[in-house]
């Protein structure tokens, strides 16, 4: 009981410290200094019409490289520490029959759509990792309807793999064409897209990275699942 | 003793932020623990996203009929898209880690895990 | 009166009442689920700061994906949280 007033006397200080400093920082006022720059120029540099994709690819693409690499960390981590020899499902109550029918027939038109978001990630919001996240729901929902689903494991792994040696690949063609790693060669020396500025064949090398982190993120969350989802069996 | 004057979404994520904190620091269950880190996180991506508003602009895809002087900051978004996706990655290890603990010791309280290991 | 402002008040505040209740139930299933409502609020306090991929982020990965995967951690653990009766304070050592 004492533990419980002392730990919300010490929340409450620390609000009233958080709101005194907040209320430095007035809310709704324009204190953009680099995003003005990034917004008048992001047409000509990258060809993109969203802004905030053309600055997660191209202007700070080497931050998502890092970010791709954590993922990739914490899938690895979850499968070395639920690992068994031998592993089954263990699930008790098949799916009633609205499930297993609506499942079926909707599985295509959810890897459909997640596509589609990261097609379009430089036109329409959304991009890779809500479309890999959709594609990994869709997995999941198979998981939910039949208990003896299993994703084909092998053929998956090696599908993230080479997504992820694909875009290190990419900038390092940046790299032997122009001056630094991840240089949008498709942009900027073929010129290809120029004048389809708002379209789909535009936007330099947006749309090849963002179908690379798509297929990447999408495998490697079902991957996780599959782990979590999945007990040792003692024989 | 003033009351600061802040909006209502900077008092909705400092909440958030102080919500997560309690339960992090007074419950005794492992899995209670991880639910408030990761409200935690969803609190400090709020507070991001709402400093780079600016009131009476619309969102930063420049299509038709939208200037370049017409957008809110681009730039908080940009941070908040990676911060979600790294919060959902930390939390399924801390889950896989709970697991293995609760294989190991029986039990799922920090205090009888403290006494079982010393 | 302004319509739009009203709503905010609304929706923060059923965002902090959920997340208030998530961490106060015993169930841990329904913990899981008051973190998947909190994330809910949050993708549509995004959506009225005017960023849309935040929001379709947040909605895909924080509603659906994080839920799922504290639910799964449910199964292969316990679903009650058990309370123990207080023991006497930290200066009595045992």
């Given at each position: 009981m004492l533990k419980r007033a002392l730990a919300i006397i010490t929340l409450l200080i620390i609000g009233y410290w958080l709101a005194q400093g907040l209320a430095g920082v007035p809310f709704g006022e324009d204190k953009m200094v680099v995003g003005k720059y990034y917004l008048e120029h992001v047409k000509e540099d990258t060809?993109?019409?969203n802004a905030v994709t053309a600055i997660v690819v191209?202007?700070?693409g080497f931050d998502t490289l890092g970010e791709v690499t954590v993922l990739f960390i914490a899938s690895t981590g979850v499968g070395a520490l639920l690992w068994r020899k031998k592993k089954k499902r263990t699930a008790k109550t098949e799916g009633s029959l609205v499930l297993t029918t609506g499942v079926e027939l909707l599985f295509p038109f959810v890897v459909l759509f997640g596509t589609y978001i990261f097609i379009h990630g430089h036109l329409t919001p959304g991009g890779g990792f809500p479309g890999g996240a959709t594609i990994a729901t869709a997995f999941l929902l198979l998981y939910m309807a039949f208990i003896t689903y299993e994703i084909p494991h092998r053929a998956f792994e090696k599908t993230e793999g080479l997504a992820g040696i694909g875009y290190v690949l990419v900038g390092l063609i940046g790299l032997a064409i122009g001056g630094?790693?991840?240089?949008d060669w498709i942009w900027?020396?073929?010129?290809?897209?120029?004048?389809?500025?708002?379209?789909?064949?535009?936007?330099?090398?947006i749309p090849i990275i963002y179908t690379l982190i798509g297929i990447k993120v999408g495998t490697e969350l079902s991957g996780i699942i599959d782990n979590m989802l999945k007990e040792g069996v003692s024989e | 003793m003033n009351v600061p004057d802040i909006s209502v979404y900077y008092f909705g994520a400092i909440a958030l932020v102080l919500i997560g904190l309690y339960a992090v620091l007074v419950k005794k269950n492992v899995l209670k623990i991880l639910i408030g880190l990761s409200i935690m996180e969803t609190g400090v991506n709020l507070l991001l996203v709402s400093i780079g508003y600016v009131s009476g602009k619309s969102a930063p895809i420049l299509s038709e009929?939208?200037?370049?002087?017409?957008?809110?900051?681009?730039i908080p978004q940009a941070l908040v898209l990676t911060a979600i996706v790294i919060g959902v990655a930390t939390t399924a290890m801390a889950l896989s880690a709970a697991i293995i603990l609760y294989e190991k010791?029986?039990?799922?309280n920090v205090e009888e895990i403290r006494r079982l290991r010393g | 009166m302004n319509c739009i402002t009203c709503i905010e008040y609304i929706i923060v505040a059923l965002m902090i009442l959920s997340a208030i209740l998530a961490v106060e139930w015993r169930d841990l299933l329904a913990a899981a689920v008051g973190m998947a409502a909190v994330s809910l609020f949050a993708s549509i306090l995004f959506f009225m700061l005017q960023a849309p991929d935040v929001a379709m982020t947040e909605a895909a990965i924080g509603a659906a994906l994080s839920g799922a995967i504290v639910i799964f951690a449910i199964k292969r653990t316990q679903r009650f949280e058990t309370e123990e009766e207080e023991k006497p304070g930290w200066w009595v050592r045992w």
């Open positions: 060809g993109a019409v191209n202007y700070r630094y790693f991840l240089y900027q020396t073929w010129g290809w897209g120029h004048d389809n500025i708002g379209r789909l064949f535009s936007g330099g090398f | 009929g939208i200037t370049a002087s017409n957008a809110v900051d681009p010791y029986g039990t799922l | -």
